[in-house]
């Protein structure tokens, strides 16, 4: 009776172990033999691998911001916990479609007072404006991993549309999947959200211009 | 930078200040012009004017520092200018009639705080805070208004000024520096007012002195001591504070404090606000009858003294509290751009 039930045990236990194991290689089409022929008489459509869906890793997911300070140096901040989501073959098929959210709480420049200040009305108005939103709407691809994305950038109650050059930094493997690295670039006027404090009043307290460098980590998500 | 720095300032906060105090010293000259048998109708004209300094004042700052306001409003806080062109409005239309000290009162209070319960909402609002706008409006405006009626004209405007200066360090330790700068304009226009019409006020006690000496009438000798005293309640005292204008003003500094509070980044809490308001409460602490004879300088420095006090006090609790926060230290003096600058400017 024991022996009856273990052997069965000892063959599901590694059956199970196997089904938990995800594929680490792209898994393969299987075409039926009668669906041949009538592929071979139209075009060939260019492959479109489906696109993976990731979620950005909040730990190693940041925006960081330059910007000059009394026309002297270039002062650096940054915003942790960048949440979102990108959509991406991983591969150069298609461009990768990310949708990055940074909240304004999570403001890290290493001094709780200039953070205060920045949550504030005069800057960010975090009360009223509580999240930096981007969302790609098309991307160019000008190299190897290496792509023009537009995209919207929601910034103090203002969306326009802007224009990031994104890198692809490595494909990698990560505890639950694999993992991608991204790492965009875009500068643009801060003004032109609406926020004006320090630009001329008080006169040349803060440059207009920002530079804006988001490092993001996304992981693939498993379908349910 | 400093030239530069220098003019900004000048703009945002002295020429507001000016064209506040203008406005209500303009009323003061014109009622200090006038003979004596003639002035009971310029009074209540000039009184209007007192109505006028403060929104003033804020209206012309909350334009340089931040230009014109859309609609629909850009930030909730933009809907301050609204609130006080109607501060305005109601203040000098209930000043100019004929109301008693109590039916101001509660007219101003219940209009300006009906309608800041109403239409003044800021952000993470609810029905209580609303609420306390509304009650706080009406009890501010209550003590501020008994104030104005003890208090001669020279030491309810050095009170108020003391009150909106005390709100704009409140605001800068809030982290909400162009509110801040808006606020010092409001006390810079109400202390300028106040210093005119001290000027004015002595100038007029010496006039009657001059007048007893040469009539030798010994009534009237007492009048203008009684006056020296508490001008308030004397012939030398040119244009007394309305009710109406006081509880606008206490409106307007509630709705301010709520403001700073709603967007507050800093230290400051509900208490420090409050204690800042009701410190003018402080000024009915030092009766009529226990500065009977003094000089009028002595009246108005106890009353404006008492409200320094707690003021300062209330600054330097708020400020050790954000002092004590900042483990950098002095590292938070040199990155806050408006710290900067006020240092570069010494």
Redesign the interface.
């Known amino acids: 009776m024991r022996t009856l039930i273990l052997v069965p045990s000892l063959i599901a236990v590694p059956v199970l172990a196997l089904a938990a194991i995800e594929p680490t290689v792209a898994p393969v089409a299987v075409v039926q033999p009668s669906a041949l022929g009538a592929m071979a008489a139209q075009p060939a459509p260019a492959a479109q691998p489906a696109a993976a869906s990731m979620t950005l890793d909040p730990v190693h997911s940041m925006a960081l911001f330059r910007i000059q300070h009394l026309e002297a140096g270039q002062f650096w901040g940054r915003f942790n916990g960048v949440e979102g989501s990108v959509s991406w073959p991983l591969d150069d098929a298609s461009a990768p479609m990310i949708k990055a959210i940074a909240k304004v709480e999570q403001v890290d420049t290493g001094s709780e007072k200039l953070d205060g200040n920045l949550k504030g009305p005069n800057f960010f108005n975090a009360k009223e404006f509580p999240e930096i939103g981007f969302t790609t709407t098309a991307g160019t691809r000008v190299g190897e991993r290496h792509w023009t994305l537009t995209g919207d950038l929601s910034l103090h109650g203002v969306t326009k549309p802007v224009t990031v050059d994104c890198v692809v930094t490595g494909v990698g493997k990560g505890p639950t999947g694999r993992k991608v690295g991204f790492e965009c670039q875009l500068t643009i006027k801060r003004s032109e959200f609406g926020m004006t404090w320090g630009i001329e009043k008080p006169p040349k307290a803060l440059g207009d211009e920002v530079k804006l460098v988001i490092g993001l980590e996304a992981d693939e998500t498993k379908a349910e | 930078?400093l030239p530069?720095?220098a003019?900004?300032l000048l703009?945002?906060l002295l020429l507001p200040a000016l064209i506040g105090a203008a406005a209500g010293i303009v009323g003061v000259v014109f009622v200090a012009r006038r003979p004596a048998v003639e002035r009971a109708p310029m009074v209540r004209r000039a009184q209007v004017a007192q109505a006028v300094v403060a929104p003033l004042a804020f209206l012309a700052s909350f334009w340089?520092?931040t230009g014109p306001v859309g609609i629909p409003l850009?930030?909730?806080?933009h809907l301050l200018p609204f609130a006080m062109a109607v501060a305005m409005v109601v203040g000098s239309l209930v000043a100019r009639s004929r109301l008693p000290w109590w039916g101001q009162w509660s007219l101003v209070a219940v209009v300006l705080g009906g309608m800041a319960w109403k239409f003044v909402v800021?952000?993470?609002s609810n029905p209580y805070i609303q609420a306390g706008l509304l009650g706080s409006i009406v009890l501010v405006g209550l003590l501020w208004s008994a104030v104005s009626r003890d208090a001669c004209s020279v030491g309810m405007a050095m009170m108020s000024a003391i009150v909106f200066a005390g709100l704009g360090v409140l605001m800068i330790l809030?982290?909400?520096?162009?509110?801040g700068v808006m606020s010092f304009a409001v006390s810079a226009a109400l202390a300028g007012l106040g210093m005119a019409s001290g000027a004015l006020n002595l100038r007029e006690v010496a006039r009657m002195r001059r007048e007893v000496e040469a009539s030798g009438a010994t009534q009237a000798s007492e009048d203008a001591a009684i006056g020296a005293s508490c001008p308030g309640d004397a012939a030398c005292e040119l244009v007394p504070w309305t009710a109406a204008a006081a509880t606008s003003l206490a409106a307007i500094a509630c709705v301010l404090a709520l403001c700073g509070h709603?967007?507050n980044?800093?230290e400051v809490r509900p208490l420090h606000w409050a204690a800042i308001l009701l410190s003018p409460f402080f000024a009915l602490l030092v009766c009529k009858p226990c500065l009977r004879g003094a000089k009028p300088i002595v009246g108005v420095a106890w009353r404006a003294g008492l409200c320094l006090v707690v003021v300062l006090a209330t600054i330097i609790n708020a400020a050790s509290r954000?002092g004590g926060?900042?483990?950098?230290g002095s590292?938070?003096v040199g990155?806050?751009?408006?710290m900067?600058?006020l240092e570069?400017s010494k």
């Open positions: 930078m530069e720095v003019l900004y703009q945002v340089l520092e850009a930030e909730r806080w800021f952000p993470a809030a982290n909400f520096a162009s509110l709603a967007y980044y800093g954000d926060s900042d483990a950098a590292d938070g990155s806050d751009p408006m900067d600058m570069e």
